[in-house]
């Protein structure tokens, strides 16, 4: 639950401007982005999500850092994965 | 030394252990805390303590949202998932941890409607399929997890929605570390600051332990060499004699927070007059509670809840292991009785738990180092 996901953002969301679609390993979901409302990311930009909300931006070489820990935390990463890939947000 | 699991730096881990470890004064012990659960599981996963000198150790912190949930706000939950009209809704890591008549994966194998989410949003998209039921969203966790309770109160209000409620059990980081600094049973010399909960309060909540306490901070990332690089810097303000609060993980954190996430849980939540912590016992204006603004969307007035203060397992020492009293396997029923699949205490359910971290890396076999105080003379730090 307190692990930070590093997503790339993909698109913005046409209608809802706090939310965007994230890549996170392959995995596209829909993520808020209001807590970012000062500094809104943009397609391309790297976020950190903690429980479907974009928490803070990072650059691409924190994001990959990120990523290869939590690989390599195993079970716990796993889960957070499983979870946000049947999240709903809308 | 035994490297537990080489990482990719291992060759800069060893030259910080070096340097840390010229820093060390012959005939000192050094005691730091690392408050966050994700730094706990670091440290464990890749054998941090043993790149470290014997004198110093790491205490591991309260920082583990769900650990510190007392029995008797599990059973209030469970109280109001079991009335017809509700579907619970909360995040995975809560659904084991177990109250006095079980965890809500026994109850929703039982039948009660209790549903798994990764977002506090999946509950609102429940509450907008299920218009005829109140879907109650089970809150937990520090500064990292409020700002997203908050901010979904905010959509459900704009939206409208009537069927949405929040049972609240957020808590703050600032003061469940005054209370660990005011007891008695320990004695720390600086904090490994955590990483996540202070992207959102930034570091100025830490500078009373710096000024009050003279305590050094540093706000550490998670990857290992994160980790040891804060181990250095905490030992270099020991050397000199400073107590300061450092931030080794700016890349992410900064200064002053998240305005907007600070500003949400300000307009949706308050402060508790005090709140029960599981082994910390009562914490004044240590948790958050729905302001009278959205009592509409809060569980707890909605909803009558028992409200009973429920005592621990008597075999259970999660509230050791939270003060850093005793480490995991100084625990009388640590991987005996108490395991992940059958916990006793909230330390063995989630990956931030300090026994199930332990645990899952098969570390059990250690001798006792801790000072601890004898099992049950614990448990009056910040009692108020």
């Known amino acids: 639950m307190c692990l930070g996901i590093p997503g790339e953002v993909v698109e913005l969301h046409p209608e809802q401007p706090d939310l965007a679609k994230v890549n996170v390993s392959g995995v596209k979901r829909l993520i808020n982005i209001g807590l970012l409302a000062d500094d809104p990311p943009k397609p391309g930009e790297w976020v950190l999500i903690h429980v479907g909300f974009a928490l803070s931006k990072i650059d691409e070489a924190e994001a990959a850092a990120a990523m290869a820990f939590l690989e390599g935390i195993g079970q716990a990463y796993e889960d957070e994965i499983k979870a946000l890939q049947e999240s709903l947000i809308e | ?384």
């Open chain 2, 1 to 384: 030394m035994r490297f537990v699991d080489e990482f990719r730096d291992a060759d800069q881990a060893r030259a910080l252990a070096a340097k840390i470890a010229a820093l060390c004064e012959p005939g000192r012990q050094y005691k730091l805390m690392e408050v966050c659960g994700g730094h706990t599981h670091t440290i464990y996963k890749h054998g941090l303590e043993d790149y470290l000198p014997e004198s110093i150790t790491l205490v591991h912190g309260p920082g583990c949202p769900v650990c510190v949930i007392p029995m008797g706000r599990v059973d209030d939950a469970m109280h109001l998932a079991a009335r017809p009209d509700v579907i619970m809704t909360s995040f995975g890591d809560m659904m084991r941890v177990p109250g006095s008549s079980g965890s809500f994966f026994d109850a929703k194998a039982a039948g009660t409607d209790i549903r798994m989410v990764y977002s506090p949003l999946d509950s609102l998209k429940i509450a907008r399929q299920n218009p005829d039921r109140q879907v109650v969203f089970m809150a937990i966790g520090f500064e990292t997890t409020a700002p997203s309770t908050a901010m979904t109160m905010l959509r459900a209000a704009a939206e409208g929605l009537t069927n949405f409620s929040v049972f609240c059990n957020h808590v703050t980081i600032v003061p469940a570390i005054k209370a660990i600094l005011d007891s008695p049973d320990l004695r720390l010399d600086g904090f490994i600051g955590p990483g996540h909960v202070s992207t959102v309060i930034g570091c100025r909540p830490y500078e009373f332990i710096a000024r009050d306490y003279a305590k050094p901070v540093v706000v550490a990332g998670f990857e290992p060499l994160d980790i040891l690089q804060s181990i250095y810097m905490l030992m270099l303000q020991l050397a000199d004699g400073r107590a300061e609060i450092e931030n080794q993980y700016s890349r992410v954190v900064p200064w002053n927070g998240n305005t907007v996430a600070l500003r949400a849980i300000g307009e949706t939540m308050e402060l508790r007059p005090y709140f029960e912590w599981r082994g910390l016992g009562f914490i004044s204006h240590s948790a958050l509670r729905v302001r009278d603004k959205y009592a509409a969307m809060d569980a707890e007035r909605l909803f009558s809840v028992p409200g009973v203060r429920v005592a621990d397992p008597k075999a259970c020492q999660c509230g050791e292991v939270l003060k850093g009293v005793l480490k995991p396997w100084e625990c009388k029923v640590f991987g005996t009785a108490c395991t992940p699949e059958t916990p006793i205490g909230t330390c063995m359910v989630s990956p931030e738990g300090a026994c199930a971290a332990y645990y899952n890396f098969g570390r059990v076999e250690r001798h006792r180092v801790a000072e601890a105080v004898p099992a049950g003379s614990a448990g009056s730090a910040g009692n108020s």
